[in-house]
């Protein structure tokens, strides 16, 4: 807080003309998930500083200053946002600095923390799709695999979570380290003693079907089925194998039987528009791709959103979220292995139409009342094709309502995307230019990657960047292609311009792309890329922290 505000208006003018003000009191304010309360400091300079906190109804607390099981909640639950939530646009904040949290430091920190507060972790909640936040399924284990896949450092993860046998957990990290066969070997033994075990049963079919191995991942699916009924992610992954086996209609009877479970998201801050603000461009880290239409607004392609046509606004497929967007994605699927004609085709078999007469719910009470109303029905002239009709509509289903619903949602979706596709063919053929703003083509990307049709959704998110730099299209290229070097920099630069210093999709790509070639060479390749601006020196400082860290290709 001392270096933040003693480093205002230092190197720049504030509202065209040096400051004639100066800080004399600051507050640190940091919201702890586990204990539920608003911690905070303030700090006067020069002078003392005070520590309160708040509850979630706005009483004050006087706690101990030396409370170190509220120092590590806080500390954890800062880095829970960091991880999960810095690159999610919804939560995006401007006019806030962002601090790169992960030194060597920073890093044995958080794993000391989370092996104290292991068992605390299903107080902090969990994933819209998990039913009960338990000890393996929580925001603090999905934060732990996020800093995994950012800094790459798994043997210390694997030591600690050794330590407090924390095996379900383990099971993911291994796999994710290619340490195989000792995830096999632990996934067998858990299993073994504890045959319900539906976390481990998960990670064993999720592990057969990545290795293209559905036929064992199927039992396993079914089984963490049968152990946990009431959670959606086991249907999910048992969807997904019957995907992979091509039973289709089986696909459908598993998502019609899955409980979705409603989306609660995580708290999102609120900001309040400054009476006059002022946001003056750092004077390192320049690039000029990156800041030439984002010198006055964070996202000048949004401004375009009124403009945008109204069919492709109102699609309800870009507000679906939690278990309703995990089933969105199979249905999707499905569109894409079988066009939506046979879709419906298959649809029209399994469930009922709105068109076709209920059948009777009374069931015969044994097998000699089934062959006496056959044999009634035969005398009074019904024919064999309206016997197979009457038995067909009795196999059918009812096709629950979310379920239904989430096809309309499809509907909608293809029916645009299909008319964008022909218009675009159209003038295309005529050559005549498809005259569509920034923001449309950004949305239309989006559309087409929801429905899987990847090279399109590409396609669409280049040609918004070519008419205005935008970090939503360059985040999305970055997700497609994660060892993009051009790309990761120009977004490093975006957020620089935006005071953020820490991105976990950079970070990631970043590291990446140093296992793979090695921390000399692309040093030497920004260099060649972006020549003497700015921009070289940040990338620098972030490969330099790479290198601190030790991540895989730093001697290189």
């Known amino acids: 807080m001392t270096t933040l505000t003693s480093s205002l208006g230092e190197y720049q003018l504030w509202f065209g003309r040096a400051p004639q003000w100066k800080v004399t009191e600051g507050t640190y304010c940091s919201w702890n998930v586990f204990s539920r309360v608003d911690v905070r400091v303030s700090a006067t300079f020069p002078g003392s500083t005070k520590m309160y906190l708040l509850t979630a109804d706005g009483i004050p607390q006087d706690p101990s200053e030396d409370d170190e099981v509220l120092w590590n909640e806080l500390f954890m639950s800062a880095m829970m946002r960091c991880l999960l939530l810095k690159d999610d646009d919804i939560y995006f904040m401007e006019h806030t600095r962002h601090e790169n949290p992960f030194s060597l430091h920073g890093v044995n920190q958080f794993l000391r923390c989370f092996e104290s507060l292991y ?26 695999y996020r800093l995994i896949d950012v800094t790459g450092l798994y043997e210390p993860v694997i030591e600690m979570l050794e330590r407090i046998g924390a095996n379900e957990i383990l099971a993911q990290v291994l796999l994710k380290a290619d340490r195989e066969v000792d995830a096999v070997k632990l996934l067998v033994d858990g299993v073994t003693e504890n045959p319900r075990n539906y976390s481990l049963l998960v990670t064993e079919a999720d592990f057969c079907l990545s290795k293209e191995r559905s036929d064992l991942a199927l039992d396993c699916a079914r089984r963490a089925v049968s152990a946990a009924p009431s959670d959606f992610y086991p249907w999910y992954v048992l969807c997904k194998i019957y995907l992979s086996l091509e039973q289709y209609d089986q696909v459908l009877l598993s998502l019609n039987s899955a409980p979705f479970i409603p989306f609660v998201g995580m708290d ?44 492709l606004a109102r699609l309800p497929g870009a507000q679906l979220r939690g278990c309703h967007a995990l089933a969105y994605d199979i249905l999707a699927t499905l569109n894409v292995k079988l066009g939506w004609s046979e879709l419906m085709k298959l649809r029209s078999q399994i469930f009922w139409m709105d068109a076709e007469p209920p059948a009777s719910s009374d069931k015969p009470q044994d097998e000699a009342n089934a062959n006496a109303e056959n044999s009634a029905d035969d005398a009074e002239g019904t024919t064999p094709r309206e016997a197979m009709v009457h038995r067909t509509l009795r196999s059918k289903r009812l096709c629950e309502r979310r379920v239904d619903r989430l096809f309309m949602i499809l509907f909608e979706d293809v029916r645009y995307y299909s008319a964008w596709q022909r218009e675009a063919v159209h003038r295309e053929s005529q050559k005549l230019p498809v005259e569509k703003s920034a923001f449309e083509w950004q949305m239309f990307g989006t559309l087409a990657e929801r429905l899987h049709y990847v090279d399109q959704a590409k396609t669409a998110y280049k040609k918004s960047l070519a008419m205005f730099f935008n970090h939503r299209s360059l985040s999305k290229l970055l997700r497609f292609d994660v060892y993009d070097l051009e790309t990761a920099v120009k977004l490093a630069a975006w957020y620089h311009r935006w005071y953020n210093e820490f991105s976990p999709l950079v970070i990631e790509s970043l590291r990446k792309i140093v296992a793979r070639d090695g921390l000399t060479k692309v040093k030497y390749q920004v260099e060649a890329i972006f020549g003497k601006q700015s921009i070289v020196q940040l990338i620098h400082f972030y490969l330099d922290n790479l290198a601190a860290l030790k991540c895989t290709g730093y001697n290189m």
Do not use: C, E, I
Request: overall charge negative; charged content about 20%; proline content about 10%.
């Open 119 to 144: 068992r605390r972790g299903p107080a902090a909640g969990a994933a819209s799709y998990v039913q009960v936040p338990n000890l393996s399924d929580n925001y603090m284990v999905d934060a732990l």
């Open 268 to 311: 999102m801050q609120h900001q309040n528009p400054g009476k006059k603000s002022h946001r003056p461009l750092p004077t390192d880290g320049v690039l000029d791709d990156a800041w030439q239409f984002t010198a006055d607004k964070s996202d000048p392609v949004a401004a375009q959103a009124t403009t945008v046509q109204p069919a």
